[in-house]
C-alpha cells in the first residue's frame, strides 16, 4: 500500500518536472523559430505525418530530435483496376494498394487515427510491424464503418515495417489489398540518395483465371491453397509499366523500399540488368553488397540500393518467373542517358544460327473471357499495355524492330497489307523467311498467350500507332482466325 503510493507520487511529481521542462523548451523553441508548433506533448513537438502512394516515399527526416508524429488514415473499399479489363473491389488503406507509406524517426511517438470510412462494409484494423506491444495496435484499432479509433505507440527500432489489416478472416483482408510499409529512419538517417521509391508486392486470388474479364470475386479456396492467379506490384498488372514506370538518370542512385503484402507468396525480387550495390536484408540493420536476387518475405521488406550505369528499360521481376510473365509481378524502371559502351555494349554482332528441328514454339491459350466491347481509342489504350508487355522486348518501343533480327512493326508493309495474316502470326506463331519493308528476315516469333480481345487490341494499338495506316481488329475477327488452319505461307508452325 505504502509502495503504491510512494509510486503514485512519483509519478505526479515527474508529471509536474515534465510539464516545467516542456513549457522551457516551447519557450525555447519558439524563441529559436526553429519549431513552427511550439505545442508540446510528453515534451515532442507534434508533427503531420507525411504520407505518400506508391510508388512515392515521403522525403527523408532532416529533424535531429524526436517528435509527436500524427497519422491520419482512413480504411476504404473500393473497386478499381486488376488488369486490363478485370476490375476487383480492393480493401485499402488510403485509397490504393498498397496502403500510403508512412515516415518516421527513430524515438518518435506516433499518434495513429484510423478511419473507416461510412462507405465500408467490413470493420477493419491495423497491425503495424513497426509496433511494440500486443497485434501490433490491432486491437486498439479495431474500427468499424463511420469510425475513428485513435492509439499511440513508441517507434523503438529503426527499419522498414509491412502494416496490414489484422481483422478477422485476416488472410482475406490482406488477400484483398490492406498492406503497406511504414520506414522508421535510423536516428543518424539513411544514405543519401538520388531516387526513392516503393514497390509492394501481393498476390490475389479471383473466381476467374488471370485475365478473364469483369469484375472478379475473391477465391477463398484458391488462397487457401496457395494458388494466386495474379502476382503483382503496387496493386494491378501494370503498375509500373510505360508511362507508370519508376525513371532515373544515369549516373543516380536509387533506393528502393520493396515490401511484400503476401498473403501467401514469398518474392523473388530482382531488377534484371541491375546488380544491387547494397540490401538491407529483410528491412533491418544487416546489409549485403553485390546481390542479384533478394528475397522478401510475406510481411517483410527489404532496402535495395543501386547506382544505374547506363539507359535503357530495367525489367522489375519477381523471378519465381511465372509469375513475372504470367501473373503480372513485372514492373519497369526507365533509366536515361548517355551510353557507356564499355559497361555495356549493345549488340555487336547477329549471325543467323538455327539448329535441326527448331520451331516455333506456343504457350498454352488462356481462356478466352467475354469481355465488354470496348470503343477503338480504349482498345488503343490496352493495346498499348499489352503491347509493352507482350510485344516491346522484341519489335522494340516504337515498333522498330533490331536488324537482321526483328523485323519492324513500324510503318511496316507486311502488317498493314493483311490484318487476318497477322492474327494468325500472333494466334500461331511464325518462323522463317519474311520480307518487311524491302529486307528480309528469317527467326522465330513464338504465339503469343493472349485471349481474343487482348490480342485485338494489341494489334489495333499498333495499327494506330508507329506510322503505320490505322485500322480496327476486333475480338470476333480473332475468334474467326482462330479457326483458320495456320497459313500454308509458313514452314514449319506448330499452332
Ligand atoms: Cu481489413
New binding site residues.
Partial sequence: MFKFKTKVLVTVISAALAMVSCAQVAEKSASNGEKKDASLVNGLPVIQGVLTQAPNVPPPITRSYAAKVVINME?QEKVMRMADGVDYMF?TFGGQVPGQFMRVREGDEIEFNLSNSPDSK????IDLHAVTGPGGGAASSFTAPGHTSKFSFKALNPGLYVY????APVG???G?G?YGLILVEPKAGLPKVDREYYVMQGDFYTKGKYGEAGLQPFDMEKAIKEQPDYVVFNGSVGALNGDKAITAKVGETLRLFVGNGGPNMVSSFHVIGEIFDKVYVEGGKLENNHVQTTLVPAGGSAITEFKVDVPGTFIIVDHSIFRAFNKGALGMLKVTGPEDKVIYSGKQADTVYLPEGSATQSIANPAAAAAKTLTKDEQIAQGKNGYESNCLACHQANGEGIPHAFPPLAKSDFLNADHNRAIGILLHGRSGPITVNGETYDSVMPAIALNNEQIANVLTYVLNSFGNNGGQVTGAQVEKQRKVAPSAEKSDVHG
Fill in positions: 480504411t480493401w467490413m470493420p477493419h484494423n496490414h489489416c489484422a481483422t482475406m483482408h490482406i484483398n490492406m
